[in-house]
């Protein structure tokens, strides 16, 4: 199998490749081109293919008894600008492998591929599985990309609000972890625990803007050094409260912005993650009292996505079963199956070892080929076992 | 004198006039009419208009004893974007009416208007008191303004490189502080002692880029917190140093900048000034420790300019005269008292208290009729003393 999986890597990395990665955004022809490269894999091979109406790409192997839920497996086919090979397909080209492998079960198995789940081109992740679960927001079809052209219009068939799952059974996702935890404790294969919830904040200091040489140090009310110390606070905060908690001020806009001028203003985005729901409560909390004197906004916020345990355990068993050493994590990027938690469908992800410290969206990032090769047979193991009756 | 005084501000405040202040910008049609406006006051009242090859303005009451060293006083016309009623034109108009009222004396008097003081369009101040005394820099003349017109060209005439100065025996300028000190002493009147010497940094803080979900805090290499760190350390050790040091971080460029990226590389560009010349050593000695790590580029260094110890006696005692106290003062700002005093011209700076916490730049730059009023008397004192060859 290896020769084939890694071809087919090759296959969707080409498309949209360039020195700096890969760029296959959402509804662009690139995105479109590799969608249409997986539907012939599947065809070529008896999968039954389907698209939903924002494009989602489905292959089915009719089970024994496909009056049984389904069981799905699968991940998304869209890059960020300058991706890598492996975050998205990686998770279609191994569960279309493993289904390939174990071919007819009782219950009927589909590898889905997901439209849209970087978010780089309208802004927001996870777009064609919210839209399968009718989790869209409010007017989301009407954001405009960096072109002006509305989502809905990508789209291109005037989409209806979504909603139109049908819920299967379960759903395991193959991903690359994007971070250094397997890497450091030498483990290739993972399994997620939850997937962080996310907030994201707008901080706004206001200071008085003022003449660099003519405003003693003692008569200045300087926005810069505000928002200084509340960067630091931020770090500080979320080392105290640990429990997996990261936040990151990853965007400054000063204002005036010039060498001698006191900043007036200083506006900063803040990025808040944590596992668990209390976590990610408290380290809001602090966060907001580090900004006391500021202006806050709250611009988005989504609870943590536990992973099923039953699921879990499936997973966790095929990976003891490849000789692999257990080893849970939880993920610190969103994905697909957190999507699909927050639906009601029982979901878990298996992790594969990210190398290089765990870069990703990066022409850097990389997977060893005997991980990925582990990740597909303890894949094939768990579907096995999910798509049975007993 | 009042209102010749004053109705002369308003006619030149509003030239290039607009609710955010008045644009009178170097070279522009707008200097050039504040220049024109204020020969015809010069030959009104019987000076000697001339100009030099940058276009400086001269007018001048030829003295009873014209061979010897001229006296001189005057500021600058042009403005910032959005400038102030005050800044520069204060000068001009004050010297103006200080001469016109004390008449011939035994020196020469000379009024001057400088061209281009702010800097505003071509990137570095004092350009027309610089021309003058031979101190431009190395291919000055083709600094591009952000319009690609060259330095040469908006100066018209091909000018020499500078250097035609014949000193005078002294140079007083009348300037508005553009800071809080007067307004806090509740003194009118200040007499500057020095003129801040400056340093412009440029500091380059490289961390790692990273996915801000999926890299733990203990895997970080955050450029922002250290560049956050630094900011504190530019202004604690201002702080510290003390003796006139002000150390100002104005302008923040972070790579990537998105809000889910770990900042990768943060570019700070830093003010640093003091009015003695071991402060400022010692300020920027120490933010130099605090950059350690950092790349660091010292961009621009001018030492601090010691106002000339006799010209300062005779403003203190002139403005005795006019029954206020003395305060002494070191001005923030540069003016082109500072670049004569360097020429070797003996220099002095007679300060007018700014209101409303010395904001300048601005619609709302002020200083009181009655301050003006006494500023013109004391210089109308100073002038005679100077201008007297005993």
Redesign the interface.
């Known amino acids: 199998m290896d020769r084939r999986l890694t071809d087919r890597l090759d296959a969707l990395y080409a498309i949209g490749a360039h020195a700096a990665g890969a760029d296959r955004l959402a509804y662009t022809a690139n995105e479109d081109a590799a969608h249409a490269l997986v539907s012939t894999w599947m065809a070529d091979v008896g999968l039954e293919v389907a698209r939903d109406p924002v494009g989602n790409l489905f292959g089915r192997l009719r089970g024994t008894r496909p009056e049984l839920a389904e069981v799905w497996t699968g991940s998304h086919l869209d890059s960020v600008p300058g991706g890598g090979r492996f975050d998205g397909p990686l998770g279609v080209v191994a569960g279309l492998e493993a289904v390939e492998r174990i071919g007819r079960q009782e219950r009927t198995l589909c590898v889905v591929a997901f439209r849209d789940e970087e978010g780089s081109r309208f802004g927001r992740g996870c777009f064609g599985s919210r839209a399968l679960c009718g989790l869209l927001e409010p007017g989301e079809l009407d954001t405009r990309d960096a072109a002006g052209i509305a989502l809905r219009e990508a789209v291109g068939n005037e989409p209806s609000p979504g909603g139109w799952l049908d819920p299967p059974l379960a759903f395991v996702e193959v991903h690359i ?5 397997l890497e450091r404790r030498s483990a290739p294969l993972g399994v997620v625990t939850a997937i ?1 919830g ?1 907030a ?1 904040l707008a901080v706004i200091f206001d200071g008085r803007e003022g ?9 200045r009310d ?1 926005a ?2 505000k ?3 509340f ?2 606070a931020v ?1 500080d905060t ?2 105290r409260v640990g429990h ?3 936040a ?7 204002t005036p ?7 007036a203003v200083v506006e900063l ?3 808040a ?1 944590a596992p668990e729901e209390t976590t990610l409560a408290e380290l809001l909390r602090e966060i907001q009292v580090a900004a006391a004197g500021a202006r806050l906004t709250q611009l988005r916020r989504t609870s943590p996505a536990p992973m099923d345990v039953g699921v879990r355990d499936v997973i966790g068993s095929a990976i003891v079963e490849v000789g692999v050493d257990v080893q849970e994590l939880y ?4 994905h697909d199956a957190g999507v699909l938690a927050r639906a009601g469908v029982p979901s878990g992800m298996l992790f594969v070892r990210s190398r290089n ?5 990066s022409p850097d990032e990389h997977s060893d080929d005997a991980d990925v090769r582990r990740a597909v047979e303890a894949l094939m193991g768990a579907l096995r076992r999910l798509a049975s009756s007993a």
Chains 1, 2 share one sequence.
């Open positions: 972890e994007q971070g250094p935890e962080v996310l994201r003449h660099a040489g003519t405003t003693p140090m003692s008569a300087d810069l050094c928002a200084a110390s960067v630091l770090r979320a080392e997996g908690a990261v990151t001020v990853g965007s400054v806009v000063v912005n010039a060498a001698n001028v006191i900043p985005l803040v990025d993650r993920s610190g990027a969103g410290g765990g870069i990703s969206h």
